[in-house]
């Protein structure tokens, strides 16, 4: 018998299979996945016998089923075919294969299709890839764990929703109930049910108001410095991006009044403008909201952590303030709640939901409901404000604890102004530091800072270091900052020589 086994070996008993017996991903998909690999690479060649399925449990370790349910998929999918009382066969035309050989045959050289002018600009943008989850990376969040026992609770309430039908491209009801009465109450929003639209975060907000508003070719104006993944998507759609700066006081507004009315959109976040952390003051909101109006312009306001604030209440929104229904607000539950939710909101003025709503379902029809669902009975039996306290307090204890520790000029050479709002600031860098250069040491020494300078439009960037201290326990903060010494020094040693 065992001499029998062995006539019947051939190239595929070869083969190293590495399964990974921890992954989500089943054993039998695993194991389709590799046997198509080495039957495209033409490891286990054309016609080749595979292992018998008894043969094969033994061969690579697993279950009879996982055998039937991977040679299956590759029956299925014309890798394999099977003779009657013989066994399963590598397929004489493998798909992959055969256009191989059909420009081996031609002898022609291969033509690569083309990729769109905002691919290749999102290619060289390191801002989109998720960044390792070490000390300073920014949009880290840390719910505690009665928030999620909580989220746990709601969540197994629901699991039923995930076999249902197609839903509201606008989002769940009860969801956009429950934000519509907190932006009322938190940010003093003019908005109702109607209004609001449920988005797989604030970027998918921001690409849904880009391509409903918005035509290639408009201009566009844009805080500098400004929010990368804004720009890109802003890029992404063809418009022509006018770069107006930043003070103090946020956006300055004036500026817009040189280009008339020629800006079709421009983008702000004035309650904690990105990346510097100014605060759109009154008198420039009521000036931004009527220069909108008196050129027909929209105002795209990106309010991602308004809910952050620690020493006073915050002005409030555009929104709130605009008569003229010309702003449109986008928020989001990744810095509040948990980024892994996916769930951001849009509040657009009545005359303009129908477009939405249309632009709406030719990008994904509707939000997945569990995750709205479980979060629209979050808010609304009142545990948001709780979690939202809690949270606020431990931010502050990390933000106090990081610019301690930034502070001290024996560890480093930083200067740090204390930031009133959200969950990252700015440490500037002694004068002639290189903030993309001083990015990649600290990359390379394991903490994650963003350079300031790549942020810019203008000719004449501005230097310092963007650090994210939500999430930041006292260990990873002395750890990270002892990392970010390392890093200064190591450069100036290579910039010595």
């Known amino acids: 018998m065992e001499r029998s086994s062995r006539r019947h070996e051939g190239p595929a008993h070869l083969v190293h299979v590495a399964l990974e017996r921890h992954s989500t991903m089943p054993i039998s998909r695993q194991l389709y996945l590799q046997l198509r690999q080495a039957i495209v690479s033409g490891q286990i060649p054309a016609a080749a016998r595979l292992p018998s399925t008894r043969a094969a449990t033994k061969l690579w370790s697993v279950s009879r089923g996982s055998v039937v349910e991977a040679y299956e998929t590759l029956l299925n999918e014309g ?117 609001i639209f449920i988005t797989a ?81 009154m008198a420039r909101r009521l000036a931004l909201v009527d220069w909108a109006a008196a050129n027909g312009s929209w105002i795209l306001e990106d309010d991602y952590d308004s809910e952050f604030r620690y020493d006073e209440r915050p002005l409030a929104a555009l929104q709130g303030i605009d008569d003229h229904q ?3 607000y986008i928020g989001t539950f990744s810095k509040a709640l948990l980024p892994g939710l996916r769930l951001g909101y849009l509040v657009v003025p009545d005359r303009v939901v129908p477009a939405f709503r249309r632009m709406r379902i030719l990008l994904d029809r509707f939000p997945a409901p569990f995750q709205q669902l479980v979060v629209a009975d979050f808010l609304r039996e009142g545990h948001f404000s709780s979690h939202l306290r809690r949270l606020r307090e431990a931010y502050r204890t990390s933000r106090n604890s990081l610019v301690s520790a930034l502070g001290d000029r024996k560890a480093t050479p930083f200067t ?46 501005r230097q310092g270091l963007l650090l994210g201290f939500s999430a930041l326990t006292d260990a990873e903060i002395d750890v990270g900052v002892a990392r970010l010494g390392h890093a200064l020094d190591g450069l100036k040693r290579k910039g010595s020589r």
């Open 201 to 281: 975060g604030s970027q998918q907000a921001i690409d849904l108001a880009i391509r409903t508003l918005t035509n290639p070719g408009d201009q566009v104006a844009m805080e500098d410095p400004g929010y990368p993944p804004a720009r890109l998507a802003l890029a992404a759609h063809g418009t022509q991006q006018v770069a107006v700066p930043v003070d103090g006081d946020g956006i300055r507004v004036d500026s817009l009044a040189e280009h008339g009315d020629a800006i079709q959109a421009v983008y702000v976040t004035p309650s904690n403008q990105y990346p510097t952390g100014a605060v759109l003051s």
């Open 416 to 461: 740090v102004n204390t930031p009133h709002q959200g969950v990252h600031m700015i440490a500037h860098l002694p004068e002639g530091t290189d903030d993309v250069a001083f990015a990649g040491a600290a990359r390379r020494a394991g903490v994650t800072v963003l350079p300031i300078s790549p942020m810019c439009i203008g000719k004449s960037p």
């Open 79 to 195: 890798y394999a075919s099977g003779r009657a009382g013989s066994g399963t066969y590598v397929a004489k035309d493998v798909p992959e294969r055969s256009v191989t050989a059909v420009h081996a045959q031609t002898q022609r050289a291969a033509v690569s299709p083309r990729l769109s002018r905002a691919a290749l600009a999102s290619i060289q943008s390191a801002v989109l890839e998720p960044p390792p989850q070490v000390p300073f990376v920014t949009g880290r969040s840390a719910p505690d764990a009665k928030t999620r026992s909580i989220l746990k609770r709601l969540a197994y309430r629901h699991v039923g929703i995930l076999s249902d039908h197609y839903r509201d491209p606008q989002g769940e009801l009860l969801l956009r109930e429950t934000v519509s009465s907190y932006l009322a109450a938190a940010r003093g929003l003019r908005c109702s049910p109607e209004r």
């Open 326 to 328: 010309t702003v449109i």
